[in-house]
C-alpha cells in the first residue's frame, strides 16, 4: 500500500492527530519535545555537543514509547519525516496553549 501524497502540512496535521489519540501517547510526545527544545538550548547556551547528539533520542525515545506500546501503532516519522516533525512541533504548541488536550474525546 502506497503512503498518502499530502501537499501541505495543513492537509498532514488532522492525519497525525488522528494517529496521537491515546493520553499517554500524547503526554509523552510532549516531555520529548520539551526535553529536544531544552536539550537544543542547553547545547548552544554550554557549548556542548552532547546536548545537541541527545535530541533524536530524546525525541524519537519518547515518542516512539507512545507509538509502539500505547498507540499500538507506527510512527508517521518513517512514512512522513518532514511533515511528522514539524507536526511535533505543532501540536506541543497546542498542547501548551490548550488547542489541544491530553486528554482525547
Given at each position: 500500500m502506497t503512503a498518502k501524497k499530502y501537499k501541505s502540512l495543513q492537509?498532514?496535521?488532522?492525519?497525525?492527530?488522528?494517529?496521537?489519540?491515546?493520553?499517554?501517547?500524547?503526554?509523552?510526545?510532549?516531555i520529548g519535545t520539551a526535553l529536544v527544545v531544552v536539550s537544543l538550548i542547553g547545547g548552544?547556551?554550554?557549548?556542548?555537543?552532547?546536548?545537541?547528539?541527545?535530541?533524536?533520542?530524546?525525541?524519537?525515545?519518547?515518542?516512539?514509547?507512545?507509538?509502539?506500546f500505547f498507540e499500538k501503532n507506527k510512527p508517521a516519522t518513517f512514512k512522513y519525516p518532514g511533515y511528522s516533525l514539524a507536526s511535533d512541533f505543532m501540536l506541543f504548541w497546542d498542547l501548551l496553549n490548550g488547542k489541544q488536550s491530553f486528554k482525547v474525546k
Open positions: 492537509e498532514f496535521y488532522p492525519y497525525y492527530l488522528s494517529e496521537h489519540q491515546n493520553t499517554t501517547s500524547r503526554v509523552l510526545h510532549f548552544l547556551l554550554f557549548h556542548d555537543l552532547r546536548f545537541i547528539l541527545a535530541v533524536p533520542f530524546l525525541g524519537y525515545g519518547f515518542a516512539w514509547v507512545g507509538h509502539f
